[in-house]
């Protein structure tokens, strides 16, 4: 975890060693039924998988100096439980899965802070691309190297 916080060490994640990051479900991010929007997630999911990156090394420089960077081709999301205004959220990414060819699985896992109840689960395929062209190319040794999967938690 990038420097976690008590309460987030003590949540019970689907991997030993998640990047996480905590916020806290404001009224901009709710919908008509007064729970967070839909989109509100996906959005707090690319915030958290871009930090991610940056955390491996991997930012938009980094990228150009490269000559690849990823882009999302297909997004999975489960919502388990709603979240309201005040809710006190842990949200967190891995990289799942990663053959070093052109694409790779991150996946994410919401934990709501007051009961330990996990909120959301979702995965992002995403696709390795050429940064002059857009076209898809194979994974650079950096990225294989970076981007490895998670640790499972043993059972």
């Given at each position: 975890?990038?420097?976690?916080?008590s309460?987030?060490?003590?949540?019970?994640?689907?991997?030993?060693?998640?990047?996480?990051?905590?916020?806290?479900?404001?009224?901009?991010?709710?919908?008509?039924?007064?729970?967070?929007?839909?989109?509100?997630?996906?959005?707090?999911?690319?915030?958290?998988?871009?930090?991610?990156?940056?955390?491996?090394?991997?930012?938009?420089?980094?990228?150009?100096?490269?000559?690849?960077?990823?882009?999302?081709?297909?997004?999975?999301?489960?919502?388990?439980?709603?979240?309201?205004?005040?809710?006190?959220?842990h949200?967190?990414?891995?990289?799942?899965?990663?053959?070093?060819?052109?694409?790779?699985w991150r996946?994410?896992?919401?934990?709501?802070?007051?009961?330990?109840?996990?909120?959301?689960?979702?995965?992002?395929?995403?696709?390795?691309?050429?940064?002059?062209?857009?076209?898809?190319?194979?994974?650079?040794?950096?990225?294989?190297?970076?981007?490895?999967?998670?640790?499972?938690?043993?059972?």
């Open positions: 975890m990038n420097s976690p916080s309460a987030a060490s003590a949540l019970e994640w689907d991997v030993l060693a998640p990047f996480v990051q905590a916020l806290t479900v404001g009224p901009e991010h709710l919908d008509a039924f007064q729970h967070t929007n839909n989109v509100v997630y996906l959005s707090w999911l690319q915030d958290v998988a871009w930090a991610h990156s940056v955390s491996l090394g991997f930012g938009m420089a980094d990228y150009h100096r490269v000559g690849a960077g990823c882009v999302a081709r297909r997004h999975e999301l489960d919502y388990l439980a709603p979240t309201f205004a005040g809710d006190r959220l949200v967190a990414t891995w990289v799942a899965e990663n053959a070093g060819r052109l694409d790779m996946a994410y896992q919401i934990i709501r802070e007051r009961d330990g109840r996990t909120v959301l689960r979702g995965r992002t395929q995403w696709i390795c691309v050429d940064m002059r062209t857009g076209r898809p190319r194979r994974q650079p040794p950096e990225f294989i190297a970076a981007y490895r999967p998670a640790e499972a938690i043993p059972k």
